[in-house]
């Protein structure tokens, strides 16, 4: 271990008097009048009816100590790594021979989009696996997110974030590790294996159909498209362009957003919940493909840590500091992509020398969330490779 700030135990407590207080927002809240006709529309944001409903239940019905105990069923920590405080679960395998796992959340997520992972992944015999599959994991919250709060200066995005994970990693005693994320935890899995590829073993990464809205902006566009293909990926880049509004609010000006989000629950609620409506597995038969308490929770800590706002920064902070979202290495790579369209492969390994390359027609943005069992048996499956 690094010699450096100590790391010291972390539970979550919220004060009941948050709690109350909460409570109270929630029930003088000012909803917005619907435009007649557009009470269930999508197209315009989130459903008035949606949001309506769901206040109601995050007031009424949702129990956030029950959720915060199982939170603090696994062991979290926090330490100051360049001046940040970083929030982490660190949760060890009984297993002897386990891996070292570092697994980072994206946006609007943070390490509750876990939870229902920890246990297969680092006790796999007690949860019908192999305990040669089994890894000791490390889950951090980014800077400015959840409890890496508050932001204690300018300047954090991507790559500092990277560097102060690996400085995380070497912490708890990790020299060599693999890693793995989606969303923004995508880019700082890839970025660690460009930065420091004699110390990250593999990485695997997870995405969604919704990525080919960035071909052209974030990502290169392929070559040897077919008009069917090209028209296909400028529908992608149409749809795209409807739903990124809150990106470029965040990445232009944080601050104009940064104060509803601290001060209205509802505008905290609409701004994370019609993102895990339109980004998830279009294909249920109905309600939501995230439970509802989780994503309650997930709102929830943004909301009483006031990261809504600190979010913001980091994605102001990494649009401006001039860096390519995508990295790369030499070292092995895995993707699972969910919600996959035949285009996804073309796109993402057009040469093919990404060698673990799996496609799922379920799930969607939040795949730990909404499918942790498939994503589960394809981190194990791709990790397999690269033990000892």
Same mark, same amino acid.
């Given at each position: ?140 919250? !980014?800077? $400015?997110?959840?409890?890496?709060? *508050?932001?204690?200066? +300018?300047?954090? /995005? #991507? =790559?500092?974030?990277?560097? &102060? ?48 809205? !960035?071909? $052209?902006?974030?990502?290169?566009? *392929?070559?040897?498209? +077919?008009?069917? /293909? #090209? =028209?296909?990926?400028?529908? &992608? ?8 509004g809150y990106l470029v609010l965040q990445t232009t000006q944080p ?134």
């Open positions: 271990m690094t010699k450096t700030e100590p790391i010291r135990p972390f539970r979550i407590d919220i004060p009941q008097a948050e709690l109350d207080e909460l409570r109270a927002r929630l029930a003088s809240a000012r909803l917005p009048h619907s435009v007649p006709g557009t009470e269930s529309d999508w197209g315009r944001g989130i459903a008035p009816d949606y949001l309506r409903e769901l206040a109601e239940y995050w007031r009424d019905g949702f129990d956030w100590r029950a959720q915060e105990a199982k939170l603090n069923a696994y062991d979290q920590f926090a330490t100051e790594i360049d001046g940040q405080t970083i929030h982490f679960f660190h949760v060890r395998s009984p297993e002897p021979d386990a891996v070292p796992l570092l697994i980072t959340h994206g946006y609007p997520s943070s390490v509750v989009e876990f939870l229902e992972l920890i246990g297969p992944l680092t006790d796999p015999r007690a949860h019908g696996g192999d305990p040669a599959d089994a890894f000791h994991v490390v889950i951090p919250s !980014l800077p $400015g997110f959840g409890f890496s709060t *508050p932001l204690a200066s +300018t300047g954090w /995005e #991507l =790559a500092r974030t990277t560097e &102060a994970f690996a400085e995380l990693m070497a912490r708890l005693g990790y020299e060599k590790f693999v890693a793995q994320g989606g969303d923004i935890g995508a880019g700082v899995t890839g970025r660690l294996a460009a930065t420091h590829p004699e110390r990250v073993i593999a990485t695997h990464v997870n995405s969604d159909r919704g990525s080919l809205g !960035l071909v $052209g902006e974030q990502l290169p566009m *392929p070559d040897g498209l +077919t008009e069917d /293909e #090209l =028209a296909a990926i400028e529908a &992608a880049r149409a749809r795209w362009s409807q739903q990124k601050n104009a957003i940064a104060a509803a989000l601290t001060d209205s629950p509802i505008a905290q609620l609409a701004w994370i919940a019609e993102k895990f409506q339109v980004w998830t597995d279009p294909s249920r038969a109905t309600g939501e493909a995230v439970d509802r308490d989780l994503l309650l929770t997930n709102i929830s800590v943004y909301w009483f840590t006031r990261s809504g706002a600190s979010a913001a920064q980091f994605l102001w902070e990494t649009a401006h500091s001039g860096m390519d979202w995508v990295a790369s290495s030499g070292v092995p790579q895995g993707w699972a992509v969910f919600n996959t369209d035949p285009l996804m492969r073309r796109v993402m390994n057009p040469d093919g020398y990404i060698e673990h390359f799996s496609e799922y027609a379920e799930g969607g943005h939040f795949a730990a969330l909404e499918q942790p069992q498939l994503l589960v048996d394809d981190i194990r499956t791709f990790f397999r490779a690269y033990r000892g």
